[in-house]
């Protein structure tokens, strides 16, 4: 069967639990990566391509909710299991919002934990597709590939930092519709977003001055009162 030798990303700050993880279900016949934050849970993920992440919600840099929502802003589908011993169902629904595709609470059962990962890697819905245009995003004549984190626009390549990109993509993942200002905070930088609101336009100037070409259309628009909008063109009236 495919999940059972998939390659599984395990990340939590317990060390104990961690190595009783990669050691579960590497028995169990999965190729397993283990790490204990979410920098370098980041760094493995946009190394190689893992089937499924699973992922503590309490880290010593990022919030397992924050670790989702920048894979998810970054056009990552891979699929995420939550550990956490929080059971509350408000805890659960921002688990959910966050882009989490399964949540097991602690202590679980270990018949339950193996049963999970089969059930989402057999589900089918993030797994890496076939059809390569579903690992690219694109607006006008700019093209974000998502699995190199490259970005071109008229063929030429531009090089932009994890944040750029990260906000760029998820610009032009919303394509056509207003985002607000704390909408975007939270989706690239993390909720509840803690800093100055300003850092949004900072970025921003970043981009445009790298993705927006003199005799090209506008593609990063400002919505004056409501937010920003990625759209080719001026923005609709």
């Not at 979410?38 to 670790?67: C, H, M």
């Not at 070409?213 to 593609?219: A, M, N």
Request: a negative charge; glycine letters at 8%; aromatic letters at 6%.
């Amino acid at each position: 069967m495919a999940e059972a030798s998939a390659r599984l990303l395990i990340v939590d700050d317990d060390p104990e639990l961690l190595k009783f993880l990669v050691e579960e279900l590497s028995s169990a016949g999965h190729h397993c990566t283990g790490c204990d934050n979410g920098q370098d849970a980041f760094l493995y993920l946009r190394q190689k391509e893992f089937q499924l992440v699973i992922l503590d919600w309490t880290l010593p840099d990022f919030s397992g909710l924050e670790v989702c929502r920048r894979l998810r802003s970054s056009g990552n589908t891979t699929p995420v299991l939550m550990l956490t011993a929080r059971d509350e169902i408000d805890e659960r629904v921002k688990a959910l919002d966050a882009g989490v595709d399964d949540y097991l609470t602690k202590p679980f059962n270990l018949k339950e934990l193996h049963a999970r990962v089969r059930a989402r890697l057999r589900s089918g819905s993030y797994q890496r597709s076939d059809d390569p245009t579903a690992e690219l995003l694109s607006l006008g004549d700019l093209q974000i590939q998502l699995l190199e984190r490259r970005v071109l626009r008229g063929g030429q390549e531009i090089s932009l930092s994890q944040r750029e990109f990260d906000l760029l993509c998820y610009l032009v993942r919303n394509a056509d519709a207003v985002q607000s200002r704390q909408s975007i905070l939270e989706a690239v930088w993390g909720s509840p977003f803690v800093g100055d609101p300003n850092t949004l336009d900072v970025y921003l100037g970043y981009l445009r001055k790298k993705v927006e070409k003199s005799g090209h259309p506008q593609l990063l628009h400002t919505i004056r009162g409501a937010g920003f909008m990625a759209r080719v063109g001026d923005p609709k009236s």
